[in-house]
């Protein structure tokens, strides 16, 4: 699977979590990285050029700063641009469909004011709308939203498994299910540098790590199994 | 149990013992993944129990 993440930022440089992010990104050729203001900083944005990157790809990520409940102007700008007619809907206009299309949201405010009472009053779903709308219109399927809460006040532990849920955000097919990401975790324990760990027995426990992980699946599928058996 | 809990007690050596920040935190969410893992196993057990002391399935 092939993921086309699309960042765009008024300050790419300045901003701690786009930062962290980037900083955060695996080490893979399934994924390429667009920042737009980077790459268009007079606006003009060359449609071929993104229309041919779209079509490389299985999965199209918005990353930006959640303003004013939608995205920086250049993203809006990029997309009544770079998805016109006959190519993301209308006649002929199929380009986009069967792709998945999902959102990576920076958000200033705490996840509890996005609801009815809250501060903000409405959910990210209810904002999001648009975004929705256009995966729909296009024939995307949408993914749930990953969407990053107050990263200025998050300890080190939680940026630890932010940086982890967004590398299976961008590499795994269903990051929510346990089964997908223990099988992304043994690969990429498989794949660690052991030299950056100073300890003579990390290649014997980063092993016997992933055999418990398997040994638990078994179990877990086995204990299903009785479970479903029981109801027929 | 003794098992899971000699296992994580090792990871969190590893994560002292590692010089790059991303390992790092592979190696915490592997402690966390093993953790969802033996809840799910409780979980699933306990729907297990359930269903066999369920009344519907005693003539069964």
Redesign the interface.
């Known amino acids: 699977m092939k993921t086309l993440i699309l960042i765009s930022h008024p300050n790419l440089e300045e901003s701690s979590s786009q930062q962290f992010l980037v900083q955060?990104l695996p080490e893979s050729t399934e994924i390429t990285v667009h920042y737009l203001e980077g790459a268009y900083p007079d606006g003009q944005i060359d449609i071929k050029k993104e229309q041919e990157l779209l079509k490389q790809h299985d999965r199209i990520l918005f990353q930006f700063p959640f303003y004013w409940y939608s995205s920086p102007p250049l993203l809006k700008h990029w997309q009544d641009e770079v998805l016109e007619e006959h190519f993301a809907f209308g006649y002929r206009g199929n380009k986009l469909r069967g792709k998945e299309f999902g959102l990576i949201l920076v958000i200033g405010v705490g996840e509890k004011e996005y609801q009815t009472g809250g501060q903000e009053g409405y959910s990210i779903s209810e904002l999001t709308k648009p975004f929705q709308a256009m995966a729909n219109k296009t024939g995307m399927t949408y993914l749930k939203p990953l969407s990053i809460f107050q990263f200025p006040y998050m300890t080190e532990?939680e940026k630890?498994?932010l940086?982890?849920q967004y590398q299976q955000w961008l590499m795994i097919d269903r990051p929510d299910s346990?089964k997908a990401?223990?099988q992304w975790?043994i690969q990429?324990?498989e794949n660690?540098?052991q030299q950056?760990?100073?300890?003579d027995?990390?290649a014997f426990?980063?092993d016997?790590?992933i055999e418990?992980?398997e040994d638990?699946?078994l179990?877990?599928d086995e204990?299903?199994m009785?479970?479903d058996n029981?109801?027929q | 149990m003794e098992d899971k809990q000699w296992m994580l007690a090792q990871l969190t050596d590893l994560f002292h013992k590692s010089r790059d920040y991303k390992q790092k935190a592979l190696l915490m969410a592997a402690k966390e993944l093993i953790e969802e893992q033996e809840k799910r196993k409780e979980q699933l057990q306990g729907e297990l129990d359930g269903t066999l002391w369920n009344p519907g399935n005693w003539n069964g």
Do not use: C, K
Request: proline share 0%.
């Open positions: 955060s532990e630890m498994q940086l982890i346990l990401r223990e975790l990429e324990l660690t540098d950056l760990i100073e300890a027995s990390s426990i980063l016997e790590a418990m992980i638990n699946r179990e877990l204990l299903r009785h479970i029981d109801h």
